[in-house]
């Protein structure tokens, strides 16, 4: 998500209110310093975000091929999935906003059945819930694997984990169609180089605005609610068992990675889904009919939704400086030792030979 310059349309498409156009006033006078407002800014970091995911892929793929956990192995299926779809939702869109940035074609001539519109709108809405869906379901699977270990004794392999990612691609595209079936609809935003959700007070749109910011909302809780617990066991099952010097690497870093996701997730878009939540029922308490957004809700959208494409930049980071290697070199006493088993209380002998056996397969 999120190229979105700030220079206005070369002509004014007010005039249209019962299309995708009409929802906002494209020529307000914005104030906001120079730098921001040229296009080059969103250019240059979206570029950033595409190189940075690329780079953070090469390292995830690369270290796919050296574990024998599958455990490690499925979580990587996991970030493969989430990194995948932001460098997606950053190609997607720049190539929509790139060719506007250089042409500033006119909206109304170039899409005038608004099927361009309703494909980048989608496109915001797929490629924005899925990585906080993906942050869900990741958290949740360490949530298991940590408070639930001896029942995971057949863990999630590599073809279960991508069709658990692909499960929640196909729910988001889902969520997507939406307002292309007629819930809701996509309309341009200010400045005019992108499209969106629209946050108008008729059903359809009110729905539709709070079904993605409380299904956003309720993403970021589950990850902080499952993070926070796994954290906590792992700390605890430390200290009981007096076996602060028996960690395991890999979980180490997967949890680092995973709140790592989570503190970048809740900071990106929390401001957006409340401001979204906020809106929506402030216009159902007034019950005033709109028929265009007011120029500070434009303003401040634009705003937010930048704070969410820097999501796409710094996910790729967490993978890359909180990997084993670089948390080995700022901590070397996270060294490789026995496995999450080995804190529990001792094991019926055949189900630990039967446990090794199966790690061993893995």
């Not at 998500?1 to 019962?18: C, F, I, Y």
């Not at 040229?38 to 570029?47: D, I, K, N």
């Not at 692909?166 to 939406?178: D, K």
């Not at 401001?271 to 809106?279: D, E, K």
Request: proline content about 6%.
């Amino acid at each position: 998500m999120g190229w979105e310059d700030t220079e206005p349309p070369n002509v004014s498409l007010d005039s249209q209110p019962h299309t995708c156009f009409g929802a906002v006033n494209l020529s307000l006078n914005v104030t906001q310093p120079k730098a921001i407002t040229s296009p080059w800014f969103s250019t240059a970091f979206g570029l950033i975000g595409l190189c940075s995911n690329l780079f953070a892929l090469y390292v995830l793929l690369s270290s796919s091929r050296q574990l024998s956990s599958r455990s490690r192995s499925s979580f990587l299926v996991f970030l493969c999935g989430l990194v995948v779809t932001d460098f997606m939702g950053l190609l997607v869109t720049a190539a929509v906003i790139i060719p506007y940035h250089f042409t500033k074609f006119n909206w109304a001539q170039v899409d005038p059945g608004c099927h361009l519109c309703n494909f980048l709108g989608f496109s915001m809405v797929f490629f924005g819930q899925c990585p906080l869906l993906l942050g869900a379901t990741m958290a949740g699977e360490r949530f298991v694997g940590i408070n639930r270990p001896f029942s995971r004794s057949t863990s999630v392999s590599k073809r279960r984990a991508w069709a658990i990612v692909a499960t929640v691609w196909g729910f988001s595209c889902a969520l997507g169609l939406l307002p292309v079936l007629g819930l809701g609809r996509y309309t341009l935003q200010y400045p005019g180089s992108w499209c969106f959700l629209t946050l108008l007070p008729d059903a359809g749109n009110v729905i539709f605005c709070l079904l993605f910011a409380l299904l956003g909302v309720c993403s970021v809780l589950l990850s902080f609610v499952f993070n926070t617990v796994s954290v906590v066991t792992l700390c605890r099952v430390y200290h009981d068992r007096e076996s602060v010097q028996r960690r395991r690497d890999s979980e180490v870093e997967m949890m680092v990675q995973l709140v790592g996701i989570m503190v970048i997730a809740t900071i990106c878009w929390m401001p957006l889904l409340i401001f979204i939540i906020q809106i929506t029922l402030q216009q159902l308490r007034t019950g005033e009919p709109l028929h265009m957004l007011p120029g500070q809700t434009q303003q401040l959208l634009l705003i937010y939704i930048r704070m969410v494409t820097w999501n796409q930049i710094l996910d790729p980071w967490v993978y890359i400086l909180f990997r084993r290697a670089v948390l080995q070199r700022l901590h070397p006493g996270l060294r490789t030792r026995p496995s999450l088993l080995s804190l529990y209380p001792v094991l019926n002998p055949s189900l630990r030979r039967k446990l090794t056996q199966e790690g061993r397969l893995q």
